[in-house]
T-cell receptor, first 110, second 112 residues
């Protein structure tokens, strides 16, 4: 079993819809939970990070962490075509090296 | 301000050759990370520097891979006797604080 599991998609939704992206993990030592966005042929860009459990909101983006279920989510409200990208969940135990999921390819249809 | 830069952006080499990939971190960032991303996969950790020293090199796949950061800024990832399986995008990231890592655009390495 990989440490971080993420459905690679692709996920296609109409513009304006709410998008839900999820990851599960197996290592209970993970304390830091991140979401990165990656456009084609670009490096990953940090969207949000959360320490331990709870929710965090930034504009149209909300990140949720449920450590009891080892499950994290990213919600995107009022999705736009410019949100089309690969979304990578990522985790760290000690605030240094990051373990990434495979990434979910998201397409927002105009 | 300038972000993380990586050179070259693309590198094509032949099996068995030696390659060097360079990373210029964001000025003032003390931590520097190298990751490797294969097609359809997330980035995979290789090595992490805090200052000039390698704090964690547990991700280097074998002794053909080596990285240095002699003055605590620029880093070079060196791959000896390249193999076709080394083909991937090599990503560099830097940070002031741990997991808030800022990534460069990567070097796309192709081994023929």
């Amino acid at each position: 079993q990989k440490e971080v599991e993420q459905d690679p998609g692709p996920l296609s939704v109409p513009e304006g819809a709410i998008v839900s992206l999820n990851c599960t993990y197996s290592n209970s030592a993970f304390q830091y939970f991140m979401w990165y966005r990656q456009y084609s042929r670009k490096g990953p860009e940090l969207l949000m990070y959360t320490y331990s459990s709870g929710n965090k909101e930034d504009g149209r983006f909300t990140a949720q962490v449920d450590k009891s279920s080892k499950y994290i989510s990213l919600f995107i409200r009022d999705s736009q075509p410019s949100d089309s990208a690969t979304y990578l969940c990522a985790m760290s135990a000690r605030d240094d090296k990051i373990i990434f999921g495979k990434g979910t390819r998201l397409h927002i249809l105009p | 301000g300038a972000g993380v830069s990586q050179t070259p952006s693309n590198k094509v080499t032949e099996k068995g050759k030696y390659v060097e990939l360079r990373c210029d971190p964001i000025s003032g960032h003390t931590a520097l990370y190298w990751y490797r991303q294969s097609l359809g996969q997330g980035p995979e950790f290789l090595i992490y520097f805090q200052g000039t020293g390698a704090a964690d090199d547990s991700g280097l796949p074998n002794d053909r891979f080596f990285a240095v950061r002699p003055e605590g800024s620029v880093s070079t990832l060196k791959i000896q006797r390249t193999e076709r399986g080394d083909s991937a995008v090599y990503l560099c990231a830097s940070s002031m604080r741990g997991v808030e890592q800022f990534f460069g655009p990567g070097t796309r390495l192709t081994v023929l």
